[in-house]
């Protein structure tokens, strides 16, 4: 049987036994447990995936700490997790006659398509029966699975970063601009000013918002991440300066230097995964007009503002979750020429997995966590390894 990784109720609640009430010391890799997994049988539209490589997904933490809902005791006592990877096919039913065997593919997450394409639930996550893809093979419908761009410039690493994120921050995007175009139109003002807080799916965002000719700005409190962003042309804020917004104090000194930065105007467009602290930051920092998006809850689930300053200024929330099944393909076309993904600079190995998602929790990675999850790679991607 392959080996995959789960969390279970019962590793949770080891480890709520081990800290014993001191929440600081919740350890995530002693709750993602190496396991193994039996693989439903093949249908005629299914395909078998030998997984290549995985990206760390923040929503493992938040089923092992289970601090939003407890998703393992919902899901029955264990889920299969992992919400994005690369894979190659190693068997395809009579059916598949988009893909073959030895393409390398990769898949999303959208678990249950409502009648618009937008998800109800989330594949491996919320979508009853769902396996995940932290494992080494998994067997899997065709509809979740699309090419992956081999040849878009990106390495092995890089394209494993994106398929959550740059479809999430695609859906985002799109929503935003769509929202931010219906109150003023590109003849009254063509170029934006966008802002994005730390992660993957923010720098997305920014790039997006950069390769249509806006003003990004990227406010995170990791260096090598602001580096790499601005490489691209996207000027860097240090969260730290503002200690993380901490107090009201730290959040009127950010607003004041958005003001200054953007000469007088405010951030047109705000995403905003992290909710918590971060909130009022995005909103303060919204110019009149101005959209604040997220598809997160990383820092609180629950956010608190003024109605009668948002209806002055007209400013929109908007709130999404993940691509459509289309979406998702179409976010794909912009890897490596709008997609750049900053990469952690360790490659995790798969028996390793456990202590990326401690590291994930812990902030010290300097990108997006990959894991590699095969040693021996086809011959199709050993360009794509370095
Ligand atoms: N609905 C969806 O489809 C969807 C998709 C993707 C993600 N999400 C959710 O969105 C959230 C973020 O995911 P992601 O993939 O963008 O991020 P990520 O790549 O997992 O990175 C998390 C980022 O959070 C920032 N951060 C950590 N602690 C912070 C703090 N105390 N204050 C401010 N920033 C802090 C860090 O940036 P710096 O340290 O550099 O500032 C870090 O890079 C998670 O809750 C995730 O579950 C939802």
């Not at 931010?180 to 965002?205: H, I, M, W």
């Not at 806006?214 to 090598?224: I, P, Q, V």
């Not at 993380?244 to 905003?272: L, Q, W």
């Not at 820092?299 to 009668?308: A, I």
Request: glycine share 10%; with cysteine.
């Amino acid at each position: 049987m392959p080996r995959a990784y789960s969390i279970s109720s019962e590793s949770i609640e080891a480890e709520r036994v081990r800290i014993g009430g001191e929440a600081e010391k919740f350890d995530i890799s002693r709750v993602v447990q190496l396991d193994e997994l039996e693989l439903r049988e093949m249908g005629p539209s299914d395909v078998h995936l030998r997984i290549l490589a995985v990206s760390g997904e923040h929503n493992i933490n938040h089923a092992a700490l289970a601090d939003t809902v407890n998703i393992a005791e919902l899901r029955g006592g264990k889920i299969f997790p992992g919400n994005s990877a690369v894979g190659v096919i190693i068997a395809a039913g009579d059916r598949v006659s988009d893909f073959r065997v030895g393409d390398v593919v990769l898949t999303h997450c959208n678990g249950e398509p409502d009648l618009y394409g937008f998800p109800k639930r989330i594949w491996a996550y919320d979508m009853p029966e769902s396996i995940g893809w932290y494992g080494e093979e998994a067997v899997v419908g065709d509809w979740q699975i699309g090419k992956a761009p081999l040849e878009c410039g990106l390495n092995l690493w890089e394209i494993a970063a994106l398929p959550l994120r740059a479809p999430t921050a695609y859906h985002m995007w799109r929503r935003a601009l769509g929202i931010y175009r219906l109150k003023v139109p590109r003849d009254r003002q063509a170029a934006l000013n966008v802002l994005s807080f730390g992660g993957g799916t923010g720098e997305c965002f920014l790039m997006l918002a950069r390769s249509e000719g806006h003003n990004a700005y990227f406010c995170s409190g990791t260096a090598e991440r602001r580096e790499a962003l601005e490489a691209l042309g996207i000027h860097g804020i240090d969260q730290n300066a503002f200690q993380r917004f901490r107090t009201k104090a730290d959040v009127k000194k950010f607003t004041d230097e958005v003001k200054t930065i953007t000469g007088g105007e405010g951030m047109h467009i705000v995403a905003d995964m992290m909710r918590g602290p971060v909130f009022p930051a995005g909103m303060g920092a919204l110019a009149r007009q101005g959209v604040n998006v997220s598809a997160g809850w990383q820092l609180s689930q629950l956010v608190e503002y003024n109605s009668t300053i948002c209806s002055v200024k007209q400013v929109t929330l908007d709130h999404t979750h993940y691509e459509t099944v289309d979406g998702c393909r179409a976010a794909t076309e912009f890897y490596g020429s709008v997609f750049k993904p900053t990469v952690h600079r360790e490659i995790y190995s798969f028996e390793d997995l456990p202590r990326c998602f401690a590291e994930l929790e812990a902030n010290t990675q300097t990108g997006i966590p990959i894991i590699r999850v095969a040693n021996d790679m086809p011959e199709t991607v050993a360009h794509l390894l370095d």
